[in-house]
């Protein structure tokens, strides 16, 4: 029998969950921070985009390995053995073990999706992540979408670490609150260094800690989407001059030197649309031919 566990989710699905779920938890009293779809059509969009961090992801799906396999079942496929052994070696948890594969280069493309997203991974002015949910299971996958949020807590700050507490007097019992479970459920992964190869490996384990980088790094922190999202939220409200503006951003396109993105090293090519226009450009481009998408965390107050 095959050691690997092989997920029933699909990269389209986890994309499309997590972005309905991070527009559902928007606080409804206040425009104060949003994160939406960066190629989504807004009326007054020039309004919304006057202070934002962009957070570029690709979504994954994880799969599966199972450390107890057969020695002879790691040997037969020694790529995902070695995986096995790894982490076995450096003591990582995981059982399952998840992990998922880079990108294979596209067929018009001159560059790895990864170098993409590490390029653009420079915090805290923004962000390059891969996303993949800590299940394989789409039961379950599906229960912690449907826990919350419930319509209490988006009377409170959605990515706050520490939990809140609400006394409800009429019940007389009290409520609390903290990272939604569905966030909590999924891994971000700082895309941190250049690959020539799409055959390297991340894995982590299903409470998204003992990151490992298949190419000899272990990484331990907290990589969990709830975290990250926190951290960054958090930054960005309580440093008023970070995150970016639109023509700085624009600006930050035409600096890009990434192969394979040629329609947008032309100077002309700006000077014939607005400034909305060409970032929808840009980002539809780095969607469809990168698989790359963008969101931005907004200021609406700025």
């Known amino acids: 029998m095959s050691f690997k566990i092989p997920s029933q989710l699909s990269e389209d699905q986890i994309e499309s969950d997590v972005a309905s779920y991070l527009g559902y938890i928007t606080p409804f009293w206040s425009e104060r921070l949003r994160l939406i779809s960066v190629d989504e059509a807004s009326t007054g969009a020039d309004k919304l985009f006057k202070r934002f961090v962009p957070i570029y992801l690709q979504f994954k799906v994880s799969q599966g390995l199972d450390p107890k396999a057969s020695i002879l079942g790691q040997l037969l496929n020694k790529p995902l053995g070695k995986i096995i052994s790894y982490r076995k070696s450096n003591s990582l948890a995981g059982d399952p073990i998840l992990y998922f594969q880079l990108r294979r280069l596209a067929k018009t493309a001159t560059e790895f999706q990864h170098n993409l997203l590490a390029r653009m991974h420079k915090p805290p002015h923004q962000y390059g992540l891969y996303i993949a949910p800590l299940t394989l299971n ?19 700050h959605p ?38 190869t799409h055959h390297h490996h991340y894995s982590f384990s299903k409470n998204g800690s003992d990151l490992a980088w298949h190419a000899g790094e272990v990484i331990r922190s907290d990589f969990r989407l709830s975290t990250m999202l926190s951290s960054i939220s958090e930054h960005f409200e309580t440093n008023k001059q ?4 639109l023509l700085e951003f624009i600006n930050s396109i035409q600096r890009l030197s990434l192969q394979g993105l040629p329609a947008f090293d032309r100077e002309e090519q700006y000077n014939e649309l607005n400034q909305i226009d060409y970032k929808q450009n840009f980002t539809r481009f780095l969607k469809y031919e990168h698989g790359i998408s963008l969101m931005f965390m907004v200021d609406t107050n700025r």
């Open 138 to 156: 789409l039961d379950e996958y599906e229960k912690l979408m449907n826990q919350e949020p419930r319509w209490w807590s988006r009377m409170w």
């Open 159 to 196: 990515f706050y670490k520490e939990d809140a507490e609400i006394a409800d007097s009429i019940q007389a019992k009290k409520i609390f609150l903290g990272s939604p479970p569905f966030l909590r459920h999924h891994i971000s992964i700082p895309a941190h260094t250049d690959v020539d």
């Open 242 to 245: 970070s995150g970016t503006r």
